[in-house]
Antibody
């Protein structure tokens, strides 16, 4: 069964940084367009970044400059590094798969909760 | 960015009811629209893409229609497991954007 598993969430301080990871099973990250989508508590879905199969990246304007999406083909993982953390970065972060970008997201992980608070 | 407006934001319905949700895009999106279901504490699940195409394994009581800027999501006979929040998402133009969600609650 194909699935995505995120990790790396927790409690972080404003101004700090974190790295989230996403590990797929049943397929390779390099074969798909891989995105991160976040959801603030009680709010809707917000797309934040995508890693294209060819290796390029694209970010939402709201996170440009603070978020870095990366891919490790040897370990078959996707990562999201977030710096200069803000309280408003709090939420559940999902990795999701697509066959292109822009496209529908056909497989999502269970999410990892990030809480930014002093 | 293309803005997606869903309505209503919430609704109450009974098992067996027909439920409809609308999604309006700020510009024409040529059927490049997906619908997702999200249950509390769970990840979103893709139900429909290209406005009306059912994702594999999704029950046929879910359907979608529309064109241009206006799209409709329908559950023909609401089942107990369908109580959830539903989101539309456009993928006509980058960045992909989501509607605000419609929470379907038990009446």
């Amino acid at each position: 069964e194909e699935q995505l598993v995120e990790s790396g969430g927790g409690l972080f301080q404003p101004g700090g940084s974190l790295t989230l990871s996403c590990a797929p099973s049943g397929f390779t990250v390099r074969s798909r367009y891989m995105s991160w989508v976040r959801q603030a508590p009680g709010k809707g879905l917000e797309w934040v970044a995508v890693f294209y199969t060819a290796g390029s990246t694209y970010y939402a304007d709201s996170v440009q400059g603070r978020f870095i999406i990366s891919r490790d083909d040897s370990n078959n993982t996707l990562s999201l590094h977030v710096s200069s953390l803000r309280v408003e970065d709090t939420g559940v972060y999902y990795c999701a798969r697509a066959t292109g970008y822009p496209s529908a997201l056909d497989l999502w992980g269970q999410g990892t909760l990030v809480t930014v608070s002093s | 960015d293309i803005q997606m407006t869903q309505s209503p934001s919430s609704l109450s319905a009974s098992v067996g009811d027909r439920v409809t949700v609308t999604c309006r895009a700020s510009q024409a999106i040529d059927n490049s629209l997906a619908w997702y279901q999200q249950k509390p504490g769970r990840a979103p699940k893709l139900l429909l893409y290209h406005a009306s195409r059912l994702q594999t394994g999704v029950p046929s009581r879910f359907s979608g229609s529309g064109s241009g800027t206006d799209y409709i999501f329908t559950i023909t006979s609401l089942q107990p497991e369908d109580f959830a929040t539903y989101y539309c998402q456009q993928y006509y133009r980058s960045p992909i954007t989501f509607g605000g969600g419609t929470k379907v609650e038990i009446k």
